[in-house]
């Protein structure tokens, strides 16, 4: 099937439909227009609209509305754009486009992967030193015109193309968009690993070297003990694209050289003699998250034991959803210091202690569910949580927890299918919290 034909396809009232129920539906965001992607929303007559003005060019955006999240203390907070349910069904038909035309380019923002294989790289004996680069601001220094141009070598649909350059360009809040790729849309990482595709292509080509790279942050494992003259070339390169990187010679600088026999941390973990262990900063993260939610059974009145004891112990665990496996540990499942997870049974049994709630509450494990994350088969889960396998009648169970079983017994498979798929999204979104900026 030719592009023309691929965005065609994507664009039908019938697959249009599937991607709305199948990501759109019941996710809690809302754009600058305030609506909800609920049950009242009037979907089949939305998609009427978008086929007819995205085929004639004539489809707008809505401004994304402006989120800001803080990204610590003397930094710029990081600004998130949210487009409306509508833009972000068109947004994600885009997506699903893009996946096809550039596949090379889809399957890059996997962490996991990426950190199994420098797990086995770093213990390479050729490898003498590292390099790391951290690449300022990333997505706002991505230039339109060069981003463009290596899209459209590929995509030579006037409707996608009409598209892709006005999802660029919309604003965010009231500030127009002349230069780089918002974030938070369900294409910006596509387009932006676009951007730097043949930058990576380069290196990763290299049998001299280890190359990784995650967004803004690069890790390179070199055979040579000092490889200053390949951490300039590499710079180079993206200075090439108009993408300027933390200088080597500052003081505290991000981007740093040294032998693989210090230490040093990349994405979250603590890269110690060769061996990989998790950061301080990624431990107390998950230790602050269990006691806050100790610490909200302690000043809710009238709180239920059951529902403090599955957040806690999702919050342990993590869980699968959607055929991904989420949470804290499944995200540090590449340690190799099974100590720290000794290390928060202790600290989860204490705070338990303390708050009095050791008595009512059955805690789960990180050691025990750690073992159960090397096993590659998803079914095979079962100290896990596993919502992808949930019955009806475990959905029904799970929402009693939340409403009147009265009410939850009477309610139609649809529905029920409905609010689990809510509810299990909000339990996911409070999980992510604990390995976010992980760099």
């Given at each position: 099937m030719?592009?023309?034909?691929?965005?065609?396809?994507?664009f039908e009232k019938?697959?249009?439909?599937?991607?709305y129920?199948k990501?759109?539906?019941?996710?809690?965001s809302?754009?600058?227009?305030?609506?909800?992607?609920?049950?009242?929303?009037?979907?089949?007559?939305?998609?009427?609209?978008?086929i007819?003005?995205?085929?004639?060019?004539?489809?707008?955006?809505?401004?994304?509305k402006?989120?800001?999240i803080?990204?610590?203390?003397?930094k710029?907070?990081?600004?998130?754009s949210i487009p409306?349910v509508?833009d972000?069904?068109?947004?994600?038909?885009?997506?699903?486009?893009?996946q096809?035309?550039?596949?090379?380019?889809?399957?890059?923002?996997?962490?996991?992967?990426?950190?199994?294989k420098?797990?086995?790289?770093?213990k390479k004996?050729?490898?003498?030193s590292?390099?790391k680069?951290?690449?300022k601001n990333?997505?706002?220094?991505i230039?339109?015109?060069?981003?463009?141009?290596?899209?459209?070598?590929k995509?030579?649909?006037n409707?996608?193309?009409?598209l892709?350059?006005?999802?660029?360009?919309n604003p965010t809040?009231?500030?127009?968009?002349?230069?780089?790729v918002?974030?938070?849309?369900?294409?910006s990482?596509?387009?932006?690993?676009?951007y730097?595709?043949d930058?990576?292509?380069?290196?990763?080509?290299?049998?001299?070297?280890?190359?990784?790279?995650?967004?803004d942050?690069?890790?390179i494992f070199?055979?040579?003990?000092?490889?200053?003259?390949?951490?300039?070339?590499?710079?180079n390169?993206f200075?090439?694209?108009?993408?300027e990187c933390?200088?080597y010679?500052n003081?505290?600088?991000?981007t740093?050289i040294?032998s693989?026999?210090?230490s040093f941390d990349f994405?979250?973990?603590w890269?110690?003699?060769?061996?990989?262990?998790?950061?301080?900063?990624?431990?107390w993260?998950?230790?602050?998250?269990?006691?806050?939610?100790?610490?909200?059974?302690?000043?809710?009145?009238?709180?239920?034991?059951?529902?403090?004891e599955n957040k806690?112990?999702?919050?342990i665990?993590?869980?699968?959803?959607?055929?991904?496996?989420r949470?804290w540990?499944?995200?540090?499942?590449?340690?190799?210091?099974?100590?720290v997870?000794?290390?928060?049974d202790?600290?989860?049994?204490?705070l338990?202690?303390?708050?009095?709630?050791?008595?009512i509450i059955n805690?789960?494990?990180?050691?025990?569910?750690?073992?159960?994350?090397?096993?590659?088969?998803?079914?095979?889960?079962?100290?896990?949580?596993?919502?992808?396998?949930?019955?009806?009648?475990?959905?029904?169970?799970?929402?009693?927890?939340y409403?009147?079983?009265?009410?939850?017994?009477?309610?139609?498979?649809?529905?029920?299918?409905?609010?689990?798929?809510?509810?299990?999204?909000?339990?996911?979104?409070?999980?992510e919290?604990?390995?976010r900026?992980?760099s």
């Amino acid at each position: 099937m030719n592009e023309s034909k691929f965005f065609n396809t994507i664009f039908e009232k019938e697959n249009l439909t599937n991607v709305y129920l199948k990501y759109i539906h019941f996710t809690p965001s809302t754009g600058v227009d305030g609506i909800n992607a609920n049950e009242k929303y009037n979907y089949e007559s939305e998609i009427d609209l978008i086929i007819r003005k995205v085929h004639t060019r004539t489809y707008k955006f809505s401004k994304y509305k402006e989120k800001l999240i803080s990204k610590g203390a003397e930094k710029y907070p990081r600004v998130i754009s949210i487009p409306t349910v509508r833009d972000r069904l068109v947004l994600k038909a885009l997506h699903l486009f893009l996946q096809g035309i550039f596949p090379e380019s889809s399957k890059t923002l996997i962490p996991q992967i990426m950190l199994d294989k420098i797990k086995q790289d770093v213990k390479k004996t050729c490898f003498k030193s590292f390099i790391k680069i951290d690449i300022k601001n990333f997505y706002p220094s991505i230039e339109h015109d060069l981003l463009l141009n290596k899209a459209f070598k590929k995509i030579k649909s006037n409707e996608a193309r009409d598209l892709i350059n006005k999802a660029l360009t919309n604003p965010t809040g009231m500030k127009a968009n002349t230069q780089g790729v918002p974030q938070g849309l369900s294409i910006s990482n596509i387009l932006a690993e676009m951007y730097v595709n043949d930058v990576d292509n380069t290196y990763k080509s290299s049998a001299l070297i280890s190359y990784n790279r995650y967004v803004d942050d690069i890790l390179i494992f070199s055979e040579e003990s000092k490889p200053k003259i390949l951490l300039d070339k590499i710079i180079n390169d993206f200075e090439s694209l108009k993408l300027e990187c933390h200088h080597y010679d500052n003081l505290g600088s991000k981007t740093k050289i040294g032998s693989l026999n210090e230490s040093f941390d990349f994405l979250g973990y603590w890269i110690n003699k060769r061996r990989l262990t998790v950061k301080k900063e990624s431990i107390w993260r998950v230790e602050n998250s269990i006691a806050k939610i100790l610490n909200a059974h302690k000043h809710i009145p009238q709180a239920k034991k059951y529902i403090t004891e599955n957040k806690l112990n999702l919050r342990i665990t993590g869980c699968i959803y959607e055929g991904k496996r989420r949470g804290w540990l499944f995200y540090y499942s590449q340690m190799e210091d099974e100590t720290v997870l000794y290390r928060l049974d202790a600290t989860v049994k204490k705070l338990l202690k303390q708050s009095k709630l050791n008595t009512i509450i059955n805690q789960k494990k990180f050691s025990k569910a750690y073992k159960e994350c090397a096993r590659d088969v998803i079914e095979n889960h079962k100290y896990i949580i596993n919502f992808d396998g949930y019955t009806l009648a475990e959905k029904r169970s799970l929402l009693s927890s939340y409403m009147d079983v009265a009410i939850i017994e009477a309610l139609t498979p649809d529905t029920v299918n409905s609010l689990f798929t809510k509810r299990v999204r909000h339990l996911i979104r409070d999980l992510e919290e604990d390995i976010r900026d992980n760099s």
